[in-house]
């Protein structure tokens, strides 16, 4: 039996996790990254989001051979709005690499990640990443680190941790940031001496499930750590449920990690993560066990969402064109799919047949699964999001968010001003290289459309990041959006001579020729009210017409939304209207 390390990566966004782990697997020289490697892609980044928006969405599993012992690692997402998949992923290691970027140091999703891991038990190691970066504080980001883990309540042997030095883009560590090797032989030499081989139980089988995969040959499978005992193909075992039942299953195939693909085993022992085929009716959580004397483990906590949106069927006047999942039975089919696997999301029916409250994370939480229906042929319509109320001992309680600017010093002046607005208190300030460095404690609901504002403010170099901190007494009323909407009063294409005889009305988000309905929002006015305009309008032409009276017609570009921008910017009397090829927002009850 190969001995066996099982190490996660956890680290803030775009510290390095993903780019360390693919280095990994070249160091190791595992089957099909040279490929990759090629492409200069990032092999774990294989969903599509992820590639697009460089981050970490969904947790995955891979191993490496080194010097005979298998190591298997797990990476991790980075951002908060993702913590129900870091939860439920840290039960399978028995150690972590805290990731740190040597410029910009702890932040918050660090801090959030660590007291995670920290919290069930796990050895760190910790590398400070970027050292070659500009301006990087390698030294200091050490003590950072150090100081972040004693706040946390670390034990002595976790605060006893090793720390490497190096870069993952150019693949090497070091145990000094100044003597650069050219390998990652350190890392991987630190991974075997200081985290724990798992412990070797024997006794009845328990398998706690922590993730999901799908194969359209096979159906569903579950990915989880061997606690107990060991587990064998055909097997007849049992699967205890969250309501204490006990179900009878039979075990059909059985598949280790190996490099990034599976391979088949007759069985698997204590200690490992394997994947099972043949169990259908499971969620996460659930324990695979002896079914005569079940042994159930905890299921995981995850903590509780913190906004809610609507969702609805698409009812505007071009539903049907793009997409072909259009029905509230297709929604809702494919909402309660996303709860098997989406730990951190809820969804709620509604005293509607077609409408449901989704319950997540943030923003971004939910707009990645938005994002993600959209692509495969949904056709949706999204209301404002709402931050979740707790009635405490009879006081309104409101969701705070720890937020971290990061911002040029000339213009922090202007984002202080924005988040003390929305009842942000600011806690540090302090100079950081070239950039100012701000923490504030500010209302969840109060995040909702500032990203906006902070980027138009800063000329877009400030950098933003939040995380839930908890739950404190209602702050008061937070300024909504100022400005109202310019709503389509006429279904068309809209004009260049009618949007060019309106711009000093407010800024337009469509262009001349684009298709618009009667209730469209197209644009912001320049006052607090909403504007029914008609941009359908031609010229008027007459036998008298001049040449050349067209030629001082200058229209504005028409300003551009992200889906997390249109979710953000929309009011309460309004929808964003998804669908696969277009996002618009409408007025929900709209009279011409």
């Not at 090793?162 to 145990?175: A, Q």
């Not at 991987?188 to 798992?198: C, G």
């Not at 007759?266 to 066990?289: L, N, P, Y």
């Not at 056709?379 to 109320?389: A, R």
Request: with cysteine; glycine share 8%; aromatic share 6%.
């Amino acid at each position: 039996m190969t001995e066996i390390r099982n190490v996660a990566i956890i680290a803030h966004v775009d510290h390095g996790k993903t780019t360390l782990v693919d280095k990994i697997i070249y160091a190791a020289q595992a089957n099909d990254a040279k490929r990759s490697q090629d492409n200069n892609d990032l092999i774990l980044d294989s969903n599509d989001l992820e590639k697009e928006r460089g981050i970490t969405i969904l947790s995955k599993n891979v191993s490496v051979n080194y010097k005979g012992t298998k190591i298997n690692i797990i990476d991790t997402p980075g951002h908060a709005d993702f913590g129900g998949e870091v939860e439920r992923v840290l039960s399978m290691a028995d150690g972590v690499i805290l990731l740190v970027d040597a410029f910009e140091g702890a932040m918050p999703q660090t801090r959030f990640v660590l007291s995670k891991a920290l919290g069930i038990g796990l050895k760190p190691i910790v590398v400070v990443n970027k050292v070659d970066k500009e301006n990087c504080r390698p030294d200091e980001v050490h003590e950072e680190v150090f100081d972040l883990m004693f706040n946390l309540e670390a034990t002595e042997d976790q605060l006893d941790f090793p720390t490497l030095y190096g870069s993952s883009k150019n693949g090497w560590m070091s145990h000094d940031w100044k003597d650069e090797t050219d390998n990652l032989e350190p890392l991987l030499d630190t991974i075997l001496e200081t985290i724990p081989a798992p412990e070797k139980k024997e006794g009845v089988l328990r398998m706690k499930i922590t993730s999901l995969d799908f194969s359209s040959f096979t159906g569903r499978i579950a990915i989880g750590r061997i606690h107990q005992g060991s587990i064998k193909v055909g097997q007849s075992l049992g699967l205890t449920k969250s309501d204490g039942t006990v179900q009878r299953v039979r075990i059909k195939e059985l598949h280790i990690f190996e490099g990034l693909g599976k391979r088949s085993v007759e069985q698997v022992e204590c200690g490992d993560i394997c994947a099972v085929t043949g169990i259908e009716s499971f969620d996460i959580g659930d324990t695979i066990t002896d079914f005569d004397n079940p042994e159930p483990m905890e299921r995981v906590g995850v903590d509780e969402p913190t906004m809610n949106m609507l969702f609805t069927i698409n009812n505007s006047p071009f539903f049907g064109k793009e997409g072909k999942f259009v029905t509230s039975r297709h929604l809702r089919d494919r909402l309660m799919k996303e709860t098997e696997k989406n730990l951190a999301l809820k969804v709620q029916s509604t005293d509607s047949e077609d409408k449901f409250l989704v319950y997540g994370r943030g923003v971004l939480h939910l707009s990645v699964l938005i994002e993600t229906m959209r692509r495969e042929g949904y056709e949706l319509q999204v209301g404002q999001p709402q931050v979740i109320y707790k009635d405490v001992d009879g006081q309104k309680h409101e969701p705070i968010e720890h937020l971290v600017i990061d911002v040029p010093e000339e213009v922090s002046g202007k984002a202080i001003e924005l988040v003390t607005k929305r009842k942000g208190e600011m806690t540090i300030m302090q100079p950081k290289g070239d950039v100012q460095h701000l923490e504030f404690n500010i209302p969840a609901r109060g995040l909702i459309g500032l990203r906006n504002q902070i980027l138009t403010a800063t000329a877009g170099e400030a950098v933003m990041t939040h995380r839930f901190s908890g739950y404190e007494p209602f702050k008061g009323e937070i300024p909504e959006r100022l400005n109202g909407s310019l709503v389509s009063m006429e279904t068309g294409s809209g004009t260049a001579y009618s949007i060019d005889k309106l711009q000093d009305r407010g800024v337009f988000f469509v262009d001349p020729g684009d298709e618009l309905y009667i209730g469209q929002v197209i644009g912001e006015h320049s006052r607090s009210n909403d504007l029914a305009v008609n941009v359908q309008k031609g010229k008027q032409l007459t036998n008298m017409r001049k040449s050349g009276t067209d030629a001082g017609m200058k229209i504005a570009p028409a300003k551009k939304f992200s889906l997390e921008e249109a979710l953000e910017y929309i009011n309460k009397d309004e929808y964003v209207e998804v669908t696969p090829l277009s996002l618009r927002m409408r007025k929900i009850n709209f009279k011409a």
